[in-house]
């Protein structure tokens, strides 16, 4: 059973998944190498693959994670994080409610909400939400349908919202560094790791600047 009490620590560098950027690499190894690198916490994010293939990625991500000590959070397919025993779910403003996702998930099970407006934050945290994605942050590949927030918004989310915060959005290592102003517990990166020929020392150079 995770404790709760430990997420923010698990949150300061969180991996997406997405396979389709990987291209030719393993996509096991390549996670693993992320893992290695001081990833705690990923979620896996198919957009594309049918039910029965992201169902079979989770279960061997599950084992891969549990390994490490590190955590896995299914993106919006609440049925895939309970059949592979994933450590909670990532819901979007389209799919389910966290409170509705809570009554089938286990105290323990972590749920993370996405948001753009403080009255979307609030009523995440309302609804039972462990943590809140917060962004785009900056224009990004792996979500072209994704609007920008300001930062002064995610000012007004941190000051409002006392459960963790994870930035996301087109965020490379260079970007860390104005982002820091902004009070959030981590940053959830994808494109700017997975991209990288060697995944496991760019997440050790991500980890020293974080």
Do not use: W
Request: contains cysteine.
């Amino acid at each position: 059973m995770f404790n709760k009490e430990k997420l923010k620590e698990y949150l300061k560098l969180y991996l997406v998944t997405d396979s389709e950027i990987l291209k030719n690499k393993d996509f096991y190894e390549s996670i693993e190498d992320a893992i290695k690198g001081g990833v705690k916490i990923v979620q896996l994010r198919e957009k594309n693959a049918s039910g029965k293939e992201f169902l079979e990625k989770a279960i061997k991500l599950r084992k891969l994670t549990k390994k490490y000590d590190a955590l896995l959070i299914i993106n919006d397919r609440l049925d895939i994080a309970i059949l592979s025993d994933a450590d909670g779910v990532h819901v979007g403003q389209n799919d389910i409610d966290a409170s509705l996702a809570r009554k089938l998930l286990d105290e323990d099970k972590i749920i993370g909400v996405s948001a753009k407006t403080i009255e979307q934050a609030q009523k995440a945290k309302l609804d039972g939400a462990d943590y809140i994605g917060v962004g785009a942050m900056y224009n990004t590949s792996t979500k072209l349908d994704a609007k920008c927030i300001k930062f002064n918004t995610v000012k007004e989310i941190r000051k409002n919202i006392d459960i963790p915060i994870v930035l996301i959005g087109g965020i490379s290592i260079d970007k860390i560094k104005e982002l820091k102003e902004l009070g959030s517990d981590g940053y959830a990166i994808v494109s700017a790791i997975l991209k990288k020929d060697d995944i496991y020392l760019e997440t050790k150079r991500f980890i020293s600047i974080i």
